[in-house]
């Protein structure tokens, strides 16, 4: 029950992705390398990049023109916060006279959350995708080869791959922790592990506010207090 709309047009113009943008609420967007990535790599992780920021702005102009209210959406920030440019009132909120631009958090408070996901080929790309914040990035031919090495090393994950890979059965979900635990409850990594069971999923790791994801964590016994932003990383057939 999938349809799929082609739409003509270059990524790296604003006015394009501006009008599919518009076109509909979406919750994913996938920037994936040219075909001809082999032969121009830093062309193609040029591309992505610039998309990328393409649609982080264009969400953010979206935001803005829908009367983005910081008191509304209750979102304050410290005065270092890069996402506000204008002045600030007390406790940190920002001065809506000012204006500004606003951050992910903000304009997903707004539109609703995205995922923005960028295959990069490149390590350098990798920094620049990560110091910008502007979403999330695959290494697609890392990934490759290092599964490959892995099936070559012991060839009895190779049946996991085909699972995990496949159009059917368990899948790799990045979800915010908000499916399993309530805002400011305090849980360790086990016992959010008990509640994804119950759902049918497998805990195997998390994603932090603004930090690195991190699979299979050391400490999971510790308990932390769960906040927006946070997500986790679950084995899932749903």
């Known amino acids: 029950n999938v349809t799929l709309e082609h739409e003509v047009g270059s990524t790296i113009q604003q006015r394009v992705l501006e009008r599919i943008l518009h076109a509909r609420n979406y919750s994913s967007v996938l920037v994936l390398a040219s075909e001809d990535h082999e032969t121009n790599a830093s062309e193609s992780d040029s591309c992505a990049l610039t998309t990328l920021l393409l649609v982080r702005d264009v969400r953010c102009t979206m935001a803005q023109q829908q009367g983005y209210d910081p008191l509304r959406h209750g979102l304050t920030h410290s005065a270092s916060d890069p996402g506000l440019n204008g002045g600030r009132t007390a406790r940190g909120a920002p001065d809506r006279a000012t204006g500004g631009a606003l951050s992910r958090a903000q304009v997903d408070e707004v539109l609703g959350p995205l995922t923005l996901l960028g295959e990069i080929l490149h390590s350098e790309t990798r920094d620049l995708v990560a110091a910008s914040g502007v979403g999330d990035y695959i290494m697609s031919n890392q990934l490759l080869s290092k599964v490959v090495a892995m099936v070559a090393e012991n060839a009895s994950v190779g049946p996991l791959f085909d699972t995990l ?28 592990g008990a509640r994804a069971r119950a759902d049918g ?23 932390r207090t769960w906040q927006r932003g946070d997500f986790v990383i679950v084995l899932s057939n749903h």
């Open 201 to 223: 999923d497998v805990l195997i790791g998390l994603k932090l506010g603004g930090d690195e994801a991190v699979l299979n964590p050391a400490d999971k016994r510790t308990r």
């Open 165 to 192: 890979f496949s159009e059917e059965g368990q899948g790799i979900h990045v979800r915010d922790a908000r499916a399993y635990v309530g805002e400011g409850e305090e849980l360790s990594f086990w016992e959010l």
